[in-house]
């Protein structure tokens, strides 16, 4: 904090505050933090055969089973042909299947198969051994204010996405 004239101290400016932060470091921090929580976690679940992403898959079904790939690429924030891949694959693995939707003969729906639904425990259980190891000495008060951080950039971040993909029509 920096002092008034008159002696008292008044909070500097958030702008302020940032400029003494390199551009790159929080880009930087975030992204590495990101990559080794998920090595972790892949790590964790290679046993199972399970690949990155995947886990996520089986426990999006596992919440809610029958959806579409569409509407597991938005729940996962990946676009859909990374998901479609990604089904193929897990497919292939015996992890889930894919069946026609009963009422709409056009939609193909996603479902847990038996080897997928027995990699749900285990996908908790790893998720919160990382998360754990990664959490370390941080006070619950701390992970709190990270969590509500990072949806607040991600929220952010998210704006700056919507706003730089409306596509605008040419002027003639």
Do not use: W
């Amino acid at each position: 904090m920096s002092k008034k004239k008159d002696g008292k101290k008044r909070k500097s400016g958030k702008k302020k505050d940032l400029e003494s932060i390199l551009p790159g470091d929080l880009a930087h921090a975030v992204t590495q933090a990101a990559r080794s929580m998920r090595t972790a976690l892949s790590r964790s679940l290679a046993e199972s055969g399970l690949y990155a992403g995947q886990d996520g898959v089986i426990l999006a079904l596992a919440e809610e089973d029958g959806l579409t790939a569409g509407q597991l690429a938005t729940l996962l924030g990946v676009k859909a042909p990374t998901m479609t891949r990604t089904i193929g694959r897990m497919e292939a693995q015996g992890f889930v299947e894919r069946r026609d939707d009963g009422a709409d003969g056009r939609l193909t729906k996603v479902f847990l198969a038996p080897s997928g639904r027995a990699n749900v425990e285990r996908i908790g259980q790893s998720v919160t051994e990382c998360s754990t190891r990664a959490f370390g000495d941080f006070s619950e008060k701390e992970v709190r204010t990270l969590l509500r951080l990072l949806k607040a950039m991600d929220s952010n971040l998210q704006g700056v996405a919507e706003t730089e993909s409306v596509d605008v029509a040419p002027s003639v």
